[in-house]
């Protein structure tokens, strides 16, 4: 399966974009500079409107984490599943 992943990184900010497709376990990986993310959020590609800011998660659709710290030259495990 195909994913989406938007972080952004306040109000202001640009947001980044990257696709990555899950495993075979339903798990997925993406690399990004170290900062602090205002939210992550993971989506299913072509999904309307994904990830707004009052709306953090819709069935089926996409899920969202706040405020996610990414430490340089470290892995950071974050638990994003869509429901």
């Given amino acids: ?9 306040g109000v202001a900010a640009a947001n980044r974009f990257t696709s990555t497709r899950t495993q075979s376990d339903g798990s997925y990986s993406v690399s990004v500079p170290a900062s602090t993310y205002a939210r992550v959020c ?38 994003i599943a869509i429901p």
């Fill in 42 to 79: 993971a989506f299913v590609p072509g999904t309307s409107g994904a990830c707004p800011a009052a709306t953090p998660t819709l069935a089926g659709a996409y899920q969202s984490a706040n405020n996610v710290a990414v430490a340089a030259n470290s892995s950071n495990r974050l638990d």
């Fill in 1 to 9: 399966m195909a994913l989406a992943v938007v972080l952004k990184q």
